[in-house]
């Protein structure tokens, strides 16, 4: 075990010297981190990991959670932000931002009615995002939107996404790869589609089989370790490097996580 934790760590220091670091989103370990704070960061610390992405303390206080994180030696560079907070609470969304030392500001959903998405919404989403994200440029900060599928609808001679991505003058996008092929989408043509406009990754591969849809939902369960699914990981970490993208998140939401993780680096050290 030892000596796969140090190939881990390895692989890990390889990505970080050619401009491009493997974090970890920390809602991968969210039922974890319901029975042990310290255990799950320590957790992640042995898996070579040093930045995160994260935004909460899971009921501790501030300061003692970010004494943990330097213990561990973990460094949250991208925090979530809630999209209702971005449309009118940005001081609070700055505030989080700051308080973790963080670089990026992630929003991964926009409330919707149900399964409605269409030009009104995606329109509404563009003007609160380039607002936000303003303010945010002004605090130093960059904002980000995680498209969960729904984007992908088809419009005009695109989709919402493309929308979006044509009138994103002051926000940019986390690509979630796993979330782009669900719905529709190439994630590797998409990077070199809006090349200036990804600024993040998350890592997630498809189980075989799911034929996805425009909900943005589906079963955590067909989350599988990188490069064993539907998704060209390769190509986007290859496509990654091209563009200098400087983290690139696991996000693994099944319930074999802990298992897969060690997996899913080991399938990113091969790639070098």
Known sequence: MKKLLTVIAIGCMAFGASAQEVGLQLYSLRNQFKEDVPGTLKLINSWGISKIEGGGTYGMPLEDFQGLLKEHDLQVVSVGADFNDLEKNVDKVIQNAKDFGAKYVMCAWVPHDGNNWALEETKHATDVFNTAGKRL????????????????????????????????????????????????????????????????????????????????????????????????????????????????????????????????????????
Request: charged fraction near 25%.
């Open 137 to 272: 440029k002004e605090a130093g900060l960059t904002l980000t939107y995680h498209a969960h599928g729904y984007e992908f609808r088809p419009y005009e001679d695109g989709t919402f996404f493309d929308y979006m991505a044509k009138n994103a003058t002051d926000f940019t996008f986390e690509l979630d790869v796993y979330w782009a092929k669900h719905g529709g989408a190439d994630p590797v043509a998409l990077m070199k589609k809006y090349p200036g406009k990804m600024t993040l990754l998350h890592l997630k591969d498809m189980e075989h089989g799911v034929k996805g849809n425009n909900t943005g939902h589906e079963d955590v369960e067909t989350n599988v370790v990188l490069g064993t699914g539907q998704v060209d990981i390769a190509g986007v970490v290859a496509e990654a490097k091209k563009l200098g993208l400087e983290y690139m998140f696991i996000e693994d939401e099944s319930s074999r996580v802990v298992e897969q993780v060690p997996q899913s680096l080991q399938f990113l050290e091969s790639l070098e």
